[in-house]
């Protein structure tokens, strides 16, 4: 399994930050263009525990993959996790904290996966998938920072 943690200051307040964060349809603006991003879902305006969306993503090589995750947990104004429940990974799961600290409010990315293939998936594959999710991390901290400003905390 592999592990990813960001952590990124943006100077608005808590109630910016969840409003823009638990919105679905918002991941589009945050996502790499070349991804193919597309949420298939009709979403609630706010995110919640036990909704499931549908996306379809073209992660490699401009392959269509459809991935359906679950928001398995969700704390109004702290946290919500993403779970896959299909899609490209053996596992995913991705939690999203988010608090208030001077000068605006903290971000807090918890990233669990796993390939497909076990030992062998991550062999072939697992240098072009590690990359790739990192580099998805970091059109997301440069795009959040441009449109509200802020700092990367790593």
Known sequence: MHELRTSLVLPISLEEAWAFFSVPDNLDDITP???GFEILTQNEARTY????IRYRVRPLFNIPMTWV???THCQD???FVDE???????LWHHQHHFKEVEGGVQMDDILHYKLMGGKL???L???LVHGRVKGIFEHRTKVLLERFGGQDKG
């Open 84 to 90: 896959q429940r299909f899609g490209p990974y053996a």
């Open 125 to 127: 594959t697992g240098w």
């Open 77 to 79: 104004l702290a946290y």
């Open 33 to 35: 263009p070349d991804m």
């Open 121 to 123: 998936g991550d062999l």
């Open 49 to 52: 525990a036990g909704q499931i």
């Open 69 to 71: 995750t679950e928001i």
